[in-house]
């Protein structure tokens, strides 16, 4: 019988149930939320979905992300490896590599404009660093913070990384990627607020043919130029001229294939299941977790608003050429603000065609990004 009910202790003492705090709950609880959001409303599912469930196995089994010098055994839990991958930069970069494949950069050579769309949408990233300053955080930690502004995953991740915050790596990687997948709730209030229904009615020309030497001369002469100016940002604007190059020079398609679908979408496994185990009770539970929160949304609502006011003084500036909704997909969250732009412009005029026009500020509010990174690592002379 003492047999027995010594086996019986065991088992119990050995479940999840025994550990489990009141922070673990609220977690468990955030994670089915953001499920919900990915598996129902369909909010970016193939982000949310490997968020949510690291998040969720994380606080069942906190040892997931055990280091090796702290476990017993010397052998590290299986998410604790994979989010090593995120801190070295090698995720985001093997993201960009996806993103370049599978983007077309045409709207943005036709349109060079366009940059000027994507350049105006990083205010919020400014605003965001002065933002976190006040609050407090380190020069260092405000910069890695603001980067969220952007709706950038990968570059949040790479310039926390590089910074050496890793100790809110995950709270600016899950705020980042949740405001990623928000952007069809959070950007049209600030682009209807900002704009009137002629403004979002106006219809663009079509964009002028693109040659096949200008696709493949545009990614070879970004990484030079930028390269040359920032090196640091070489593995972000690096992986996504490269992978954009594979797709454009029409004699590796094998090569683009495998970038922009299988070893994206492995990476996108991998990447958000360890960003998502990140979030333990302890590590997310606390104030500087809701001060990210709040200043991420602030960077990206004042990056959204920049772009559209941006986009007003084109439209001012070519009598009524541009219209002003395209300026909110300076953000870098591709294709998702492109395709707001869209469905916002066609609900003012349902002849309305933006997407194309709004890729243009999308893309180019992606390389915006990684060089405001590369900015940062500047100022704090990082490598």
């Not at 933006?354 to 405001?372: K, Y």
């Amino acid at each position: 019988m003492e047999y027995i009910t010594s086996t019986l202790g065991n088992l119990i003492d050995q479940t999840a149930f025994m550990n489990l705090t009141w922070g673990n709950l609220i977690m468990i609880g955030v994670a089915c939320l953001f499920l919900y959001l990915a598996i129902r409303r369909g909010f970016e599912p193939l982000l949310l979905v490997p968020i949510a469930f690291g998040m969720l196995l994380v606080n069942i089994y906190p040892d997931i992300m055990i280091s090796p010098e702290d476990a017993s055994n010397e052998t590290g839990g299986l998410l604790y490896y994979f989010y090593k991958l995120d801190e070295w930069s090698v995720f985001p970069s093997l993201i960009f590599l996806g993103v370049g494949a599978m983007t077309d950069f045409g709207p943005l050579i036709a349109n060079p404009k366009s940059f000027l769309l994507g350049a105006a949408a990083q205010f919020g990233i400014f605003a965001a660093y002065l933002g976190a300053m006040v609050m407090g955080f380190s020069d260092k930690a405000a910069a890695a913070i603001s980067i969220i502004g952007g709706a950038d995953g990968p570059t949040s991740i790479f310039l926390a990384g590089k910074l050496q915050q890793t100790a809110i790596l995950g709270p600016i990687a899950v705020a980042a990627y949740s405001y990623m997948s928000l952007v069809p709730i959070i950007q049209p209030p600030i682009m209807k607020l900002l704009t009137t229904k002629e403004e979002r009615a106006i219809k663009m020309e079509q964009l002028r043919p693109v040659s096949r030497l200008e696709r493949i001369l545009f990614p070879i002469i970004i990484t030079v130029v930028v390269c040359l100016i920032l090196p640091t940002t070489a593995p972000l604007v690096g992986m996504l001229m490269l992978g954009n190059l594979f797709r454009e020079c029409g004699v590796v398609r094998q090569l683009t294939e495998t970038a922009g679908n299988a070893l994206m979408y492995i990476v996108v496994i991998l990447l958000g299941t360890s960003v998502g185990a990140t979030t333990s009770a302890e590590a997310f539970l606390n104030l500087d977790t809701l001060k990210i929160v709040a200043l991420g949304l602030i960077a990206f609502a004042f990056g959204t608003a920049a772009g559209v006011l941006f986009g007003k003084l084109l439209c001012w500036a070519t009598k009524g050429k541009v219209n002003p909704l395209i300026g909110s997909a300076g953000v870098s969250a591709v294709p998702m603000a492109a395709r707001v732009s869209q469905k916002v412009g066609a609900e003012a005029d349902p002849t309305n065609f933006l997407l194309m026009h709004a890729m243009g500020p999308n893309v180019a509010g992606v390389i915006g990004t990684a060089v405001v990174a590369g900015t940062f690592m500047a100022i704090f002379g990082v490598k």
